[in-house]
């Protein structure tokens, strides 16, 4: 391999906007319901973004559910009764401070406007928000005054069955955590799991955000991968320290610097109605700065105990001793777009290669989560020999590895730069010579790799293990 293809600029060139530009051009991410002009705080997955994030999911389901033995999988449906929110205090207690400008009407969130005038609004009560909003003459974004806060309850609300009455009222759920408690006993009625245990869920979740914005970082719906882990009360700080620490191996499977990834611990003041301990787990995007990429919780047994109290259903535990009791909660909570996004802002490179000046854009993507792991094509597409044996390479990869693609548009430079830009590792280009026009590279194709473009001739029997 030559090492005269060393890349010349590395740099962090990374922005929001130039994210979003390249998810939409090569097929990550739509905006929602496009064609019609759009819906706010809603994306599409394109073919790309939904590879990608399947790959998100499934190493986050490896790692935390299928790759331990105190762990339990569980899919709970996105309607659940009323009586869930208002026993877990969502009805009451999960919302945002809204102020109103009073001309346009356009809402915003108070606490927002407050921070992008330099004042740090956490857990300020409406009154204080008034106060400061007076005090430093704060406008809305349009020049005009505002309406007084008001809080918002951030639950979509719909109506099941054919009558409209208020019975039969439900909310799309604003966390996969309530499924999670509520079927805590089905789990360890079934499964008989020994404390202290936990069970994982990957489900969508809708929150009618006053303000969604920053591409996927706040939006209306979106997936969260949850952990609900089980303990003794006395236990809870050495369990969650262990889990602390999962959190850093999950950023470092994520690819993530981990200058780019940091804990604020949430002030007391600030917590959620539920929580003892919070840390956000913070990710440096570009442009924007450090900002929650994952929620870690100890929510002690606040939730169990409601339920119980609520559902009139013991949520008790039985030990083998037949001590009952109801279970501390210890949760790591996180966005998978928000993690798509982190993984994007972190792969994003431009560089150029060797002594061209063209700049090219690629995604650094670890090999477990890029959308294809290898592309395959015939140096020509015009040759029919070519394409033949190329199509045997990728036919025999497929098999193994499902996510190769194919490609034999434009010249092979211009399918290293589309590759390049999408992440994928590895370019595999059938040639003249692996059909042996140089009888040594009979059979022998050449990998091209994305992040140093260094090229290598590799037998068709050894590429499997090659891109392994
Ligand atoms: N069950 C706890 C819980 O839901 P949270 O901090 O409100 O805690 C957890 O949410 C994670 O869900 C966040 O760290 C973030 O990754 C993601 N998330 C929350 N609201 C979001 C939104 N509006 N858009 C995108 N992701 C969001």
């Not at 102020?99 to 992008?116: I, M, N, P, Q, S």
């Not at 939730?303 to 259903?313: C, N, P, R, T, V």
């Not at 959308?371 to 990869?397: Q, W």
Request: proline residues 4%.
């Amino acid at each position: 391999m030559s090492d005269t293809n060393t890349p010349a600029i590395i740099s962090r060139s990374a922005t929001l906007d130039k994210i979003t530009a390249l998810c939409k051009r090569r097929g990550f991410v739509f905006q929602g319901s496009d064609i019609y002009g759009g819906l706010k705080g809603t994306w599409d997955l394109g073919p790309l973004g939904v590879a990608l994030n399947n790959n998100i999911k499934r190493e986050w389901w490896n790692m935390f559910v299928d790759g331990r033995e105190d762990m339990y999988g569980l899919d709970a449906s996105i309607l659940m009764n009323a009586k869930v929110w208002e026993a877990s205090g969502h009805t009451g207690n999960f919302s945002d401070p809204l102020v109103e400008d009073t001309e346009t009407g356009e809402r915003y969130r108070a606490d927002h406007l407050l921070k992008d005038n330099g004042i740090e609004a956490e857990g300020l009560s409406l009154g204080q928000i008034d106060s400061l909003i007076l005090e430093k003459g704060i406008k809305s974004p349009k020049g005009n005054p505002l309406s007084q806060a008001r809080q918002f309850n951030m639950m979509f609300e719909s109506t099941i069955g054919a009558t409209a009455g208020p019975e039969g009222k439900v909310y799309l759920r604003p966390e996969t955590a309530q499924g999670i408690f509520v079927n805590f006993k089905n789990v360890v009625d079934t499964m008989s799991p020994k404390l202290p245990f936990g069970i994982g869920q990957i489900g969508k979740a809708f929150r009618n955000e006053i303000a969604p914005r920053e591409f996927l970082f706040r939006v209306r719906e979106f997936e969260q991968m949850e952990i609900e882990y089980f303990v003794r009360e006395g236990e809870w700080e050495v369990e969650f320290e262990k889990w602390r620490l999962n959190l850093w191996d999950w950023f470092d499977h994520l690819g993530l610097s981990r200058g780019n990834v940091r804990e604020l611990e949430v002030p007391e003041n600030d917590l959620a109605h539920y929580s003892k301990r919070t840390i956000d787990f913070e990710y440096n995007y570009p442009g924007k700065g450090f900002d929650e990429l994952a929620g870690f919780a100890y929510r002690t047994n606040h939730d169990l105990q409601a339920h119980m109290k609520a559902s009139g259903k013991s949520l008790e535990y039985v030990e083998a001793n037949g001590t009952k009791l109801v279970p501390h909660v210890i949760e790591p909570s996180f966005g998978v777009g928000r993690a798509l996004t982190a993984v994007l802002c972190e792969a994003y490179r431009e560089d150029t290669l060797g002594d061209s000046d063209d700049v090219r854009t690629y995604l650094k993507l670890p090999n477990h989560l890029a959308p294809y792991l290898a592309c395959v094509s015939p140096l020509l597409k015009n040759k029919p020999e070519l394409v033949a044996k190329a199509r045997t390479v990728f036919t025999l990869l497929k098999k193994e590895f499902t996510n190769i693609t194919w490609d034999d548009n434009g010249n092979v430079g211009k399918r290293y730069r589309r590759q390049d830009e999408i992440g994928t590792p590895y370019c595999i280009v059938i040639d003249f010579d692996t059909l042996g026009e140089n009888p040594d590279l009979l059979d022998m194709v050449t990998i091209r790799h994305r992040d140093s473009g260094e090229q290598e001739r590799v037998a068709i029997s050894d590429i499997a293990s090659r891109l392994k």
